[in-house]
């Protein structure tokens, strides 16, 4: 199995701890090295180095070869410009066809939390397992907590196999459903979390793309054939030219479910995606007032708080409760943790606004 971490998400949700020049799987912002960091080396001790890829934009190669230097540069798979994930993944596969047609890769996402590597590992190993077994898509979804409507929703259906890993019966997908709805997943029991850890061959991909989405399937053939004989100019060009969306839109939500199976993921998972999200993922590091102080942080009745700023400053709190106080060099941020799922919309003002170095 070739493993791909996809590293090139923006996090816009963890601004301003996550920026466009650093975005968040470059920052520490659990525990004591980077999401990147801790994503490779889940996989080092299992896999062969020359098995791991890096996918991301130009832009962040340098800062990915820093942290993880053992990486070869020839396994970088470079996206002329960000456009999504259907683009991307699409990319990915038509990179990785002409070597490995029939190899199964793993998409990994490079900002997840795993609380337990060994079985996040075994799970990885038995969808490869999977895979060459029985041909289909493989997906890892996990047990919901909460009515999210910032993650999308699997359906599964019969149990397969309990043995090893939980393995389920697909019956459809859907990308990130309004609060009620949401509700209504949860209490039904059998819908799980979709992770974003989709697993097949390339050859298999390409073949997803022709039948559910034929204008990507038309350029990403162009790429397929440009790769080929190296010209970058035609790669580029075909890879500009792609709709911006998701996989998830562009091909999950389409697909035959009798070609996926779905193992549910139980090695503890959370995708930090925004600040009470990545509160409750440090429930370990609380105080006696349940604030999670990534700080030099001094209070007064002040509890269940999120903290983040530089060890060189004092931060003094007075009867604050369930707050995100995230203080960089450039930019104070105070929210209710509630409220997190809004920071993207004071992202997309800087945007509107031109004030492009706040971002």
Known sequence: MKLVILAGGGGTRLWPLSRESKPKQFSKIVGEKTLFEQTVNRFKSEFPITDIYVSLNPDLVAQARELVPEIPLENYIIEPEKRDTAPAMGFIAAKLYNQFPDEPIAYIPSDHYIFDNNKFIQTIKKADELIRSTSKMIDIAIQPTFPSTVLGYTRIGNCLENNSAEVYEFRGHTEKPVFELAKQYLEAGDYLWHANYYMWT?????????????????????IVEALAINNQELVCSAFNQMEKISFDYAITEKIDPSEVIIIKGNFGWSDVGAFDVLYEAQQNSVDDHANVAKANHIHENSSDCLIYAPKNKLIATIGLNDLAIIDTPDVLLIC????????????????????????
Do not use: D
């Not at 991909?205 to 162009?222: C, G, N, R, V, Y």
């Not at 209710?336 to 971002?359: D, H, T």
């Open 202 to 222: 390339p050859r298999k991909i390409l073949e997803a793309f022709s039948k559910h989405s034929p204008a990507h399937s038309e350029k990403l053939h162009q």
């Open 336 to 359: 209710p943790k509630s409220k997190s799922q809004e920071v993207k919309k004071i992202v997309e003002r800087l945007k509107k606004n031109n004030q492009n170095k706040f971002l």
